[in-house]
């Protein structure tokens, strides 16, 4: 879902910037398109960001975690006598 959105706004942002060249944008509009331009850029670099830095690498560090967890279960070990070691009990 992540990169879906990811590519979505990288998309999208490219098709603005190619529209600008197209598309003459009326004067009392110019601010408008400056101003929704540049939030479309902050959130393609986020994204972009997300996916070039350690948050990404972060990510699947804690899926890899996680499904090393899933079949594995943890003894109860409270109370439970343990066996005589020879080694250690001379």
């Known amino acids: ?10 998309l999208s ?13 009326p004067e009392t509009n110019r601010d ?3 101003y929704m331009l ?3 850029s902050g959130m393609v670099t986020t994204a972009v960001a ?4 350690t948050s990404k690498s972060s990510v699947d560090k804690n899926k890899l975690i996680a499904s090393s967890h899933e ?5 109860d070990l409270r109370g439970a006598e343990l066996p005589d070691d020879p080694e250690r009990n001379p």
């Open 1 to 10: 879902m992540r990169s879906t959105l990811a590519l979505l706004l990288v």
């Open 71 to 75: 079949d594995k279960s943890v003894l």
């Open 38 to 40: 540049g939030q479309l």
């Open 13 to 25: 942002f490219q098709i603005a910037l190619a529209a600008l060249f197209k598309v003459s944008v």
């Open 32 to 34: 408008m398109v400056i």
């Open 50 to 53: 997300f996916y070039f830095s």
